[in-house]
C-alpha cells in the first residue's frame, strides 16, 4: 500500500469539507420542494428528514418555518449523532481489515 503524501491528505480533508458543506445547502435548498412534491404535510417528517439529510442547515431552515418542526429536527440532529456514535465505531475495524487484505 502506497504512503500518502501531506498533499493528499489535505486535498482530501478539503475536497470532503467543500461536499459535505455543499451537499448539507443542496437538501436544505430543496428538501421542502421535494417534500412538497411527494404530498408530506406532517410537520414530523417536514423537520426530522431534511435534518437528519442536511445537518444543520435544515435545523435552521425547520427553525425558520415553525415551532414543532423545529423540535423534530432538534430530534432528528440528536438522534443522528447518537447513533453515528454508537453504530459506525462497530463496523469500521471490520470494513479497514478487509481494505488492508
Not at 451537499?23 to 417528517?45: D, K, N, Q
Not at 423540535?71 to 465505531?89: E, I, K, S, Y
Amino acid at each position: 500500500m502506497r504512503c500518502r503524501s501531506e498533499a493528499d491528505i489535505a486535498l482530501s480533508l478539503h475536497l470532503t469539507a467543500v461536499l459535505v458543506i455543499s451537499t448539507g445547502i443542496f437538501r436544505a435548498v430543496f428538501a421542502r420542494s421535494i417534500l412538497t412534491m411527494l404530498r408530506t404535510e406532517e410537520p414530523a417528517v417536514r423537520g426530522f428528514a431534511p435534518d437528519v439529510a442536511s445537518h444543520g442547515i435544515g435545523s435552521a431552515r425547520a427553525f425558520q418555518v415553525s415551532e414543532e418542526m423545529a423540535a423534530f429536527a432538534g430530534l432528528g440532529m440528536g438522534l443522528n449523532r447518537v447513533l453515528t456514535a454508537f453504530v459506525v465505531p462497530v463496523p469500521m475495524p471490520l470494513a479497514a481489515h478487509r481494505v488492508s487484505v
